[in-house]
């Protein structure tokens, strides 16, 4: 028996996923709103012929391939990958990485801001007993996880940095995933921790660590809490656009019972 369980968010307009600049906007069309937009395709006809009147319903969004839960490319975090090859963009992505066993690391304990170490992850890898292995899929929970749609989703929870990104990739992983808004500390914290230090390299650290190694990750996972540590799969085939840094996936875990 097979059980797959919902790792994402609805793309949903009027609530505080993303910063202010880029939130999703959606409009809806009721099936009475567009009647006389269908029956205009059909010279003679009238809203009078369509079953109740009614057209289709349809909706008109203004999104970023950021929205929602998406799968970032290579290509987002910079215009190369892998010490100097191009990065590849969201059609290019190797489709094997996105269907491959998965392991959560639990980071709820650590405060918002704070930026995981290599330490860190071999800490929470021995804690649960796992052995990484080559292209598995490793998704972090977060605080932010619970805290998806209230006004403090996009500051909340912990990044990973440089070193723990490369800790994953040095090992074979091409593909992570967070359920905060961001792979790497908000930017609220990174800001105040490059104010006070004055080094560039804080800033978007687990991102660049693509320059090194390519490698994509999911952003805004859901539920993550209700998974064990292992023991299942994770599937988030990422909507094919054209030379994009990112697209929309319906995530989910699969559970072989």
Not at 212 to 221: A, Q, R, S, T
Request: hydrophobic content about 40%; proline content about 6%; some cysteine.
């Amino acid at each position: 028996m097979t059980r797959i369980v919902d790792l994402s968010v609805p793309l949903r307009a009027g609530i505080a996923s993303d910063p202010p600049g880029l939130l999703p906007e959606i409009d809806y069309y009721s099936h009475a709103e567009t009647a006389q937009e269908v029956v205009s395709y059909f010279p003679g006809a009238t809203v009078d012929d369509l079953p109740d009147g009614e057209g289709w319903a349809i909706e008109r969004l203004r999104v970023t391939t950021h929205n929602g839960t998406h799968l970032d490319a290579p290509y987002h975090f910079a215009s190369t990958m892998d010490g100097g090859a191009r990065a590849v963009t969201i059609d290019e992505v190797p489709l094997e990485w996105c269907l491959q066993p998965a392991v959560k690391l639990d980071f709820r304990h650590l405060p918002d801001g704070y930026v995981a170490t290599a330490a860190d992850v071999e800490a929470e890898l021995a804690r649960i007993g796992h052995d990484l292995r080559p292209l598995e899929i490793v998704v972090v929970n977060t605080a932010a996880g619970a805290r998806y749609g209230q006004d403090d989703y996009v500051s909340a929870g912990c990044g990973m940095g440089r070193e723990a990104t490369l800790y994953l990739l040095e090992r074979g992983v091409r593909l992570t995933g967070t359920d905060a808004w961001s792979w790497d500390a908000p930017f609220v914290h990174t800001a105040q921790r490059y104010a006070r230090e004055r080094d560039p390299s804080v800033i978007w650290e687990g991102h660049r660590a693509g320059r090194d190694i390519g490698y994509c990750h999911l952003e805004k996972l859901h539920g993550l809490e209700d998974l064990p540590a292992d023991g299942f799969s994770i599937a988030c085939f990422p909507v094919k656009i054209h030379a994009a840094s990112a697209g929309w996936t319906r995530a989910v875990a699969i559970f072989h019972e």
